[in-house]
DNA sequence: GTAGCTGCAAATGGTTTGCACGCGG
DNA sequence: CCGCGTGCAAACCATTTGCAGCTAC
């Protein structure tokens, strides 16, 4: 799963830091994390590890396509492992609920638009914002 | 056009300021501005302007729907104003080209995805982002 | 042993806030 | 005239960067 094997490959020596890192993300429930997200439960750990560091960190997987950077509207970026598969979200922007969804027609149809007005898209994936309806939608 | 109608009728009063942002998005021949842009615009025009203002009035406007706020991955917010007429976007990562579209088939399968992850919908606007493939991409 | 990493602290960039003055109704 | 609105400076928050010591290989 998370051999240092990505790493060396990446260029990047298999460190503390960076094999914790990406443990965090094989293991968490949340699949979404901040860097402060990060930091804090590295620090709860016990882990003597400086925010600084998970920013480069982040930012490396990030380059080395291990991991996807969202924003999200929060004025903090997420990071979410790459998987290979593409995928959009929708996030609930009162309890920060995300969700994944993928519809190969609005796939088409968003690469035609780009077509269309000369643009080569990337692979940025489509977010809705909107509101829980169901129940427990009760942020802070 | 930019009446001080629409300011009252936000509780808002008339002042030179708020004028003459309204002025500029009405004038300008960018529809996306940033509150820097805006800032900067108006120093150059000779107005005694305080970039606190700008930010306080962009954010009043948007509260009254005048205007829309969009985040566009490049760390600062860009605003437009609010015609009434949804619709997407698509922005070039390079030079920051952006181009609007609408789709009625994608607009039904964001709301039916929404609405099968138990969210309501806001209307917040799909963004693609991509470079541009024509001619002139030089960013700076 | 040495280049690449790290933690810390300071710097940055966008945005917000506290405050005393000043203009709009 | 009264209070909302303003400019300025300082505060904030996420993120980046400079640097001296440390570590993986």
Redesign the interface.
Known sequence: MHDPKDLKNAGLKATLPRLKILELFENSEQRHLSAEDIYKIMITNGEDVGLATVYRVLTQFEQAGLLVRH?F?SGKAVFEMNEGTHH?H?V??KCGRV?E?Y?E??EK??KA??E???????D?S?????????TSCNES
């Open positions: 924003h509207e959009d929708i609930c922007i969700e969804f519809d027609e609005i149809r968003q638009a780009a269309k007005y000369g643009f080569s898209m990337q940025h489509l977010t809705i914002y909107g509101t829980c309806t169901k």
